[in-house]
């Protein structure tokens, strides 16, 4: 990983980085609230050799000294020490309990001891620290005396009387609060860490990558509009939604330079990553761009496109298979573009066998000869062979990947189920993008445009697009009435697809 992808990941967990942060802050402060204030006073001695004074006698009465401290500084936690020091201020405890808050220590190479108290309160504190001192300089003084009578060789003088403090030692609020903070970031960037690599969801182009290298063909970011609205023509002109599918039908375009995939197929890994809507759009985009398109349903078991469109799937695909009857009198007209849609009609048993067959092929070949640009819905690879079957017969394949709908694994896998085909994968489009955040695709472009102007455009959208799923359901009404011998004489006839015609009118 390089350093933008870990900052990608820290932009992505960031709010658990920030929260496990607070909470660490938050348990430092509840800390330094809870815990009982401590003070500590201190006390110095030092350790003297008497001599006659001498060059010589001095410095063998500094290494002898030096010797003696360590032997001082232990004697400091001895009854011997301490209960003097309780008899002398009053104290209910034992010289056991007083020694764990006594501390004597003493510098190397020095003849300096320090005795340190911690207390509840400061002023007990440096009482008991002067007591202990007072007890040692008696206490040395009796055991360093000859035995045969005399002054003491040794002598301690206490150089820095113990005070009462006036803060406390403990608890240190500001190093509670650092080291709950710094503790609280470790712990939640090792958890996102720990999350990014358990968690194998694909979630932008940085993930993609890891996985295959097609070319990103454009991302569609997440619209909640999108369930009720899923058309283009239902979003605003210049949203960023419709500005997406734009792109994609640019990209795509570059993709295909050569112009030899006439016929493009659409599918994705699993279901639910959008590319019915991709498919759907993609064909409506290509329409308003002037070009001729036909969009055939070729989602035998879960058709969706006559839902999303309006139009009714009885009649379609399986019946040019299965019958006599020439595909161009099957498509159904959709808005005022040069859109025509091929529905799945009935969902057959072998919805495989059919998307494999010769008549399969020959009607690709068939709208390839009629439309500038044909656009295939196709069902997921990993479930069903359907997709991976039908790729044979089509010139490109475009990989629909829903963002944070699939597995790192699964889309490796339906990379691999299309090189085993030697389809011909002309890139991936990533679907439900977040709009902010690291792995967002879109980028807005603002107009001077008032509210007013706005309503009134999206009220002639939605009309214009009513008016068109109707016209479509009347079309295919009378198309399959006809068939039967009944029309109904107060529609208008719909427009139907005499080959002679299409061919004389876009070639």
């Not at 108290?117 to 007990?124: G, H, I, L, Y």
């Not at 008016?467 to 068939?483: C, M, Q, Y």
Request: charge should be negative.
């Amino acid at each position: 990983m390089d350093i933008r992808e870990y900052a990608r990941l820290v932009r992505r967990n960031w709010i658990l980085i920030v929260s496990t942060a607070l909470a660490g802050l938050l348990i430092g402060g509840a800390t330094s609230v809870l815990t009982t204030p401590t003070y500590s006073s201190d006390t110095e001695l030092f350790v003297a050799i008497q001599g006659s004074g001498s060059v010589q006698e001095l410095q063998q009465g500094n290494t002898f000294g030096q010797a003696r401290v360590q032997s001082y500084v232990k004697t400091v936690g001895s009854p011997l020490v301490l209960q003097p020091a309780i008899d002398a201020l009053g104290l209910d405890i034992s010289s056991a309990e007083l020694a764990s808050r006594v501390q004597a220590s003493a510098d190397l190479n020095t003849v300096l001891i320090n005795i340190s108290v911690v207390d509840d309160s400061p002023v007990q504190a440096a009482a008991i620290a002067q007591a202990v001192a007072d007890s040692l300089v008696k206490a040395v003084d009796a055991l360093e005396k000859p035995t045969q009578g005399g002054a003491s060789p040794v002598s301690l003088s206490i150089i820095k009387p113990a005070t009462a403090p006036s803060a406390p030692t403990t608890p240190n609020t500001r190093l509670n609060l650092l080291l709950g903070l710094l503790t609280g970031l470790a712990l939640g960037v090792g958890t996102a860490f720990l999350r990014s690599t358990l968690d194998s969801r694909i979630r932008g182009e940085a993930d993609v990558r890891h996985v295959t290298g097609a070319p990103l063909l454009g991302g569609i970011s997440f619209d909640q509009d999108a369930a009720r609205s899923p058309l283009l023509t239902q979003t605003a002109p210049q949203s960023a939604r419709a500005e997406s599918f734009r792109q994609l039908r640019t990209n795509l375009q570059f993709a295909n330079v050569s112009g030899r995939a006439r016929t493009i197929l659409i599918t994705s890994s699993l279901p639910g990553e959008g590319k019915s809507t991709t498919a759907t759009n993609l064909a409506i985009a290509l329409a308003q761009a002037g070009q001729s398109v036909c969009l055939v349903d070729a989602d035998l078991r879960r058709p969706t496109i006559n839902e999303y469109l309006g139009l009714d799937r009885n009649v379609g695909l399986t019946t040019a298979l299965v019958s006599d009857i020439d595909v161009t009198e099957l498509l159904q007209p959709w808005g005022d573009d040069n859109l025509f849609v091929l529905a799945s009609g009935q969902i057959p048993p072998n919805p495989s066998e059919l998307l494999g067959s010769t008549s399969m092929h020959h009607l690709i070949k068939r709208l390839e000869e009629t439309f500038d640009t044909v656009i295939i819905d196709a069902p997921p690879l990993l479930p069903v062979t359907d997709a991976a079957v039908l790729s044979q017969h089509v010139g490109g394949v475009v990989l629909v990947v829903g963002s944070e709908k699939v597995k790192r694994q699964d889309l490796e896998k339906s990379v691999n189920a299309l090189e085993l085909v030697d389809a011909e994968l002309l890139g991936v489009v990533l679907n439900r993008l977040p709009t902010k955040g690291p792995d967002s695709y879109a980028y807005t472009y603002y107009t001077r445009q008032d509210d007013s102007t706005a309503k009134t455009g999206k009220a002639k959208r939605n009309s214009t697009v009513d008016h068109a799923v109707s016209a479509s359901k009347t079309g295919l009404r009378n198309s399959v009435e006809r068939e039967e011998g009944q029309i109904y004489a107060d529609q208008r006839p719909p427009r139907v697809f005499p080959a002679g015609s299409i061919d004389s009118q876009w070639r």
